[in-house]
């Protein structure tokens, strides 16, 4: 028998928050973000079942842009880093990859080819990673001119749009508006899962929602149901040990956590190596048999402990939700001081996906 600890992951809720994404999205065609195996639930899967309702994928590299390939799709798929090799923009052409370019050196190989890719220039409007700087929009451009490879439009990415009262995102925005203002037939994207939950955001023509799909919050301090979202994944295991603690023992490594009375504890068949933080701190709420229980002292590499006082009924064998529909993970996020993609995209390989709902 293998252990209990699975990332079951619900097909039809990443549906629904692809809807919901549409829905905000307006007039603004999506591209969904499936990049780092679609945040942690296996691109093949969630690239097929949002298939027949994406016109198309962003993912971060060429590689994950040949596994949608793998999948069996043919939908156009946009490389939001652009490419990292000369040699892959030819692959570019050849499987209708649109590279978002950022770089000098990215246009020479762009040059270099007789037919490249349909491409995207990148914009930097004030994040300051990646992209062109507005004044040389104009240079970039007339580089670009009378070559045979198709410019789709331009993209920018926001700093801080997952703060309400942060007025970056306005002042990007106006900086990108401007920026672009002598292409009027370009197409423009700007928007991340955040940017949709902003009032008078505007979308432009592509919107790139990615963390909602997977059903956590984008915006800092809410939870994605407050927004609507259906938690895709749940990830589960099941209690292996229940003792009970005398008052003054300690558990866990460093003794971090001591019994200040008689305790019922038990311990979860999950840990670090797993995905779980071990940042995760006293009191991150871990769902067992229908009640919250609370994390207790160290999170070990293949185990975690869990004061058991609120279920007292609490057996070896019982279920445990690390995060799902009870917890969510954009709490546990918050308990371990990140936020959920880093939860996400870090559940290990030792976790078995299971798929619902396809
Ligand atoms: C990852 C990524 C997104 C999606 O961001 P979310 O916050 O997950 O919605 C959008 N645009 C770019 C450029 C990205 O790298």
């Known amino acids: 028998m293998p252990r209990a600890t699975v990332a079951r992951i619900d097909l039809a809720a990443i549906r629904h928050n692809f809807g919901l994404a549409r829905q905000f999205a307006g007039g603004a065609r999506a591209m969904a973000v499936i990049k780092a195996d679609a945040y942690g639930h ?17 993912v971060a590299c060429i590689e994950e842009a040949l596994a949608i390939r793998d999948a069996g799709l043919a939908h156009p798929v946009v490389l939001l880093q652009g490419v990292h090799a000369a040699g892959d923009m030819a692959t570019c052409a050849a499987q209708n ?21 349909a491409f995207w220039i ?25 070559r045979k490879s198709a410019f789709l439009g331009f993209v920018t990415h926001f700093a801080a749009s997952d703060e309400m009262d942060n007025d970056a995102t306005r002042q990007q925005t106006a900086v990108f ?15 991340n899962s955040a940017a949709h939950f902003r009032d008078g955001q ?30 895709a994944m749940s990830l589960e295991s099941n209690l292996i ?27 979860v068949a999950i840990g670090y190596a797993d995905g779980y933080p071990r940042h995760a701190g006293n009191g991150t709420p871990v769902w067992v048999k229908g009640h919250r229980a609370a994390l207790i002292g160290r999170v070990s590499m293949d185990m975690l402990a869990v004061d058991l006082s609120a279920v007292p009924d609490a057996r070896e064998g019982d279920p ?39």
């Open 97 to 117: 990859f649109e590279p978002v370019l950022h770089s000098g050196y990215q246009l020479d190989w762009l040059a270099a080819q007789a037919a490249g890719p």
């Open 122 to 146: 990148k914009v930097n409007t004030g994040m300051n990673r990646l992209g062109f700087r507005p004044a040389e929009l104009s240079r970039v451009m007339a580089v670009l001119a009378g």
């Open 42 to 58: 296996g691109i093949a899967r969630v690239a097929r079942t949002l298939a027949p309702d994406a016109t198309c994928f962003a």
């Open 177 to 191: 508006a401007d920026a672009v203002a002598p292409w009027p037939d370009a197409e423009l994207s700007v928007a």
């Open 241 to 267: 040990a229940v003792r009970t603690l005398a008052a003054g023992d300690a558990v866990g490594y460093g003794a971090a956590w001591r019994a200040e009375r008689e305790t019922p504890m038990g311990i």
């Open 320 to 358: 445990v939700e690390l995060w799902g529909r009870n917890v969510s993970v954009d709490e546990v996020a918050r308990c371990a001081g990140t936020i959920s993609y880093e939860l996400l995209t870090g559940v290990t390989a030792r976790v078995p996906r299971l798929y619902h709902g396809g």
């Open 202 to 231: 505007p979308l432009f023509t592509r919107s790139r929602p990615g963390i909602m799909l997977y059903g956590a919050s984008p915006m800092a301090e809410r939870n994605g149901s407050d927004l609507g979202l259906q938690p």
